[in-house]
C-alpha cells in the first residue's frame, strides 16, 4: 500500500476541524496558544509559538485599533494557527489554520518566536478548564503532512 502525503491545504483543513472545539474556550491569545501548544507537543507536530505585532492594514498606524500585540503558531510550512484574531478584529479577522498571504488586510509583523513557551498540560488544562490530556489525536492528514520525525517524507515510505 502507498500513502500519499497530504497537500497543504488538506493538513490544514483537518487541523483546523481537529482544534474547533477549543474555540470555545474562554481564553485570550496568549491562553489559546499555551493550549494548542501542549496539544501540539503531545502528537509530535513541530510549530514555533509567536508573539508581536497583528496589524489591521485598513486602520492608519496613527489609530489605536490598528495594531494589536498578539501571539499565535506558525507551522514548519509556513501556516498560521490563530482562533483569537477575530476577538479584537472582528469576523474579517483571519482564524483557524490558513496561509497569511502578502496583501492580506492583516499582516503578522516582527514575529518573534518564544522559547520556553510550553506549561505543564496539568497547568493548562486548569487555565483552560477542561482537562486537555483526553482531547483527541489529530487526523491522519494532518500527522503525515506534519510528521516531526521527517521518517514520512517520500510517497513510498509505508510498507
Known amino acids: 500500500m502507498i500513502l500519499q502525503l497530504a497537500t497543504p491545504f488538506v493538513a490544514h483543513s483537518a487541523i483546523a476541524r481537529w482544534l474547533h472545539p477549543l474555540d470555545s474556550l474562554p481564553l485570550e491569545c496568549d491562553g489559546m496558544t499555551h493550549v494548542i501548544a501542549v496539544i ?18 485598513s486602520l492608519p498606524l496613527t489609530d489605536s485599533r490598528a495594531c494589536i500585540v498578539h501571539f499565535w503558531i506558525g507551522l514548519p510550512d509556513g501556516a498560521v494557527v490563530d482562533y483569537r484574531a477575530r476577538m479584537w478584529f472582528g469576523l474579517d479577522a483571519p482564524h483557524g489554520v490558513f496561509t497569511p498571504s502578502v496583501g492580506s488586510r492583516y499582516q503578522y509583523k516582527a514575529a ?11 497547568l493548562v488544562s486548569a487555565i483552560a478548564g477542561t482537562d486537555l490530556s483526553n482531547f483527541p489525536i489529530p487526523p491522519i492528514e494532518a500527522m503525515f503532512h506534519y510528521d516531526n520525525a521527517n521518517t514520512m517524507r517520500s510517497a513510498d515510505a509505508v510498507h
Open 40 to 57: 501540539l507537543n503531545r502528537t509530535g507536530i513541530s510549530y514555533t509559538v509567536f508573539k508581536r505585532v497583528l496589524h489591521d492594514t
Open 112 to 122: 518573534v518566536p518564544q522559547s520556553n513557551f510550553t506549561l505543564p498540560i496539568s
